[in-house]
């Protein structure tokens, strides 16, 4: 055999090596996640936040701005408007700050006593109450938010003229901000605002969401309820602007639940019914619903659904009137307030119409207006800034109207988006959301995933590779099911994992809605998988027994020794009908926990009223996945 000069044997060495990885690549890749292109992680985020920007949050004392509330979610230690300290337990992936667009930035100018605006002596009122004391800002604060609500504020603040530039340069400077805190794979700062529409005091609230960056942003001024109250009309701007400018936008209703029935109405915004164009518009728009925040949860009511023993989370203290209290709510006004039954509604729509305008995901986030997305329920730091931590803050009254009190404890600590999106940019982030590849939580950050196919088998729950499987065999959460085989019914794969530092996981459900047979929209509730299972079993009507609790509401603490840390379940609709509609969405439910009230009494020794809930059990919903015949 002849032998090579060390040079040469080398570069043939090499030579034949490549040949053999070369061959080996063809074949197939060695690593199975060459080429994957489904999410494997879900973001956790905030995309409704309020900073000093907002008048509401400045005239109550909020001092800190959109770089003090991106480096507070990114993790970083920030001293609050009442000048306590804070930090994340845990950074966040995302936010986007949601300032209201009406007055943008206006708030700050009336304190300074800019003399374009105090030419108008109401607001030259405000301007002297925001610099008295705790009371002269309060009551200053109030009758600003209610001239919104009424639509009596006095005209150098709606006038474009003399707010427009104001308000133009707050904008640009915070698209600015928003670039110079987005780090592409490591933190993403989304570029929003809220159009905050409330006529009578009903919530019609949205957060406009950019994919953007400044470039496109600047290009516009933010479209407000001072230009119209009609979310059609804010459709129309979103259109506008993407014509435009070449971007993407999309809009997120929140806080149906204090819409008095207007959020998810069947008729238009002057009362028509809805119609297929309108449907469409809706759809399109709005991909994804915020169910769950500060101010209440909207997933489901005991009125709408009675048999649903975890119906009403967190609506203590909101169900009794519209966001103002300026009209209390009545009975019939419900179905047009919470997701579950919007859900069950555009069932209805889409037979009717062929177009369903309620085809929504579900998110969750938190509508704080102190700067600072804290809602851990052991380091929640409030709605605004008289809500931060202090004594006597879940006592506080809040809001009183027509005989009905709104206290300080009434504010929920809640809650969060989770994005199954494929890495943490803009782009990528916005497309889950558009795609409804997303699920809220009430502050937890639990992972929950949710497939639905035809074709998943009992096995398939504890597959090492789970989401592969999942998007193998069918669809993810926000997406359709495919129609079955003939004398088949879907299969739907659903996996929770706990948070990390949080608690273990009571049950997981699988809720239904679907169009029976006498042609109205119905409800079912399926327990799928539950913790300890092997003490807790379903009784004769299939009622599943609580879980227990090991909150020490004297110490305000817990334990993990109830409950699992993961559930899987595959499960097949028993009652699938392929002739009717239906959607399906997982819920899935810690076990109890002490809630931020329990924390504080503990924190400052205080005894608080009876009333005041001392454990809650946090939650998750996904999206839902559809079945249209």
């Known amino acids: 055999m002849q032998a090579f000069p060390l040079p040469i044997g080398r570069a043939l060495a090499v030579l034949l090596l490549g040949m053999s990885i070369g061959n080996a690549a063809a074949a197939e890749p060695y690593s199975p996640y060459a080429g994957q292109q489904h999410p494997t992680r879900a973001f956790w985020g905030d995309t409704h936040h309020h900073t000093a ?45 949601s300032d209201h667009a009406e007055g943008l930035g206006l708030g700050r100018e009336i304190f300074a006593g800019n003399p374009a605006l105090i030419v108008d002596p109401t607001i030259k009122r405000w301007s002297q109450m925001l610099r008295g004391d705790r009371a002269k800002r309060q009551a200053a604060a109030r009758e600003i938010i209610q001239a919104q609500a009424s639509g ?72 407000s309820s001072h230009h119209s109250e009609d979310p059609a009309q804010l459709w129309d701007f979103l259109a506008r602007y993407e014509a435009k400018t070449g971007g993407r936008v999309l809009a997120i209703p929140h806080n149906a639940n204090l819409s008095n029935g207007r959020m998810f109405a069947l008729v238009d915004f002057e009362g028509s019914p809805i119609d297929r164009q309108h449907a469409e518009r809706r759809a399109h728009w709005e991909p994804v619903v915020e169910v769950t925040q500060i101010k209440g949860d909207g997933e489901a009511h005991p009125f709408l659904s009675p048999e649903d ?94 005989g009905v009190r709104r206290y300080g404890w009434h504010y929920n600590s809640a809650g969060f988006a989770g994005v199954w999106a494929l890495e943490n940019t803009r782009e990528s982030l916005f497309d889950a959301l558009r795609r409804r590849e997303v699920y809220a939580t009430t502050g937890t950050r639990m992972t929950v995933r949710f497939f639905g196919g035809a074709d998943f088998v009992a096995e398939d729950a504890s597959a090492p590779d789970l989401a592969a499987v999942g998007y193998a065999k069918g669809v993810p959460m926000g997406g359709d099911l495919p129609i079955p085989a003939k004398g088949s019914a879907p299969t739907f794969l659903v996996s929770a994992l706990r948070d990390p530092v949080g608690a273990n ?125």
Do not use: C
């Not at 009442?82 to 845990?90: D, E, F, V």
């Open 53 to 97: 920007n907002s008048g509401d949050a400045f005239t109550v004392g909020a001092r800190l701005g959109p770089a003090d509330a991106y480096r507070f979610a990114r993790g970083d230690e920030i001293v609050s408007s009442s000048g306590q300290p804070a930090r994340l337990s845990r950074p966040l992936d995302f936010l986007a700050v």
């Open 505 to 629: 996981l009571d049950r997981v459900q699988i809720v239904k809605g679907f169009i029976g047979e006498d042609g109205r929209a119905r409800e079912r509730i399926y327990d799928v998988a539950w913790g300890d299972a092997e003490r807790r079993r379903p009784d004769a009507g299939g009622k599943l027994p609580p879980v227990g609790s090991t909150v020490d509401v004297e110490r305000a603490t817990w334990r993990n020794t109830i409950g699992d840390p993961a559930l899987a379940a595959v499960w097949r609709d028993p009652d699938f009908d392929p002739d009717r509609p239906a959607f399906y969405y997982a819920r899935v439910l810690e076990i109890p926990t002490p809630r931020w009230t329990t924390y504080d009494a503990v924190r400052y020794g205080i005894e608080l009223s009876p009333d005041v809930p001392t454990a809650i059990q946090e939650r998750a919903y996904t999206s839902p996945i559809w079945y249209t015949p």
């Open 309 to 402: 023993e975890f119906a009403g989370f967190g609506d203590a203290g909101w169900e009794d009137g519209n966001l103002t209290l300026e009209a209390l709510k009545e009975p019939q006004m419900y179905a047009g307030e919470y997701a579950r039954e919007a859900l069950k509604r555009g069932l209805a729509l889409q037979v009717a119409l062929g177009r369903n305008p309620f085809k929504f995901g579900m998110i969750g986030s938190t509508d704080t207006h102190t700067g600072l997305s804290a809602v851990e329920e052991a380091s929640f730091f409030g709605k605004n800034t008289l809500y931060e931590p202090r004594v006597g803050r879940a006592m506080h009254v809040s809001k009183e109207m027509g």
């Open 152 to 223: 009596t504020l006095p005209k150098p603040i709606t006038d474009p003229q003399t707010a427009g530039p104001i308000m133009r340069s707050v904008w640009q400077a915070n698209n600015a901000t928003a670039d110079r805190f987005n780090e592409p794979g490591r933190f993403t700062a989304l570029i929003g605002y809220e159009w905050t529409s409330v006529p009578g005091g009903n919530n019609l609230h949205r957060v406009v969401l950019f994919r953007d960056g400044a470039d496109k942003a600047d290009q516009i001024l933010p479209f």
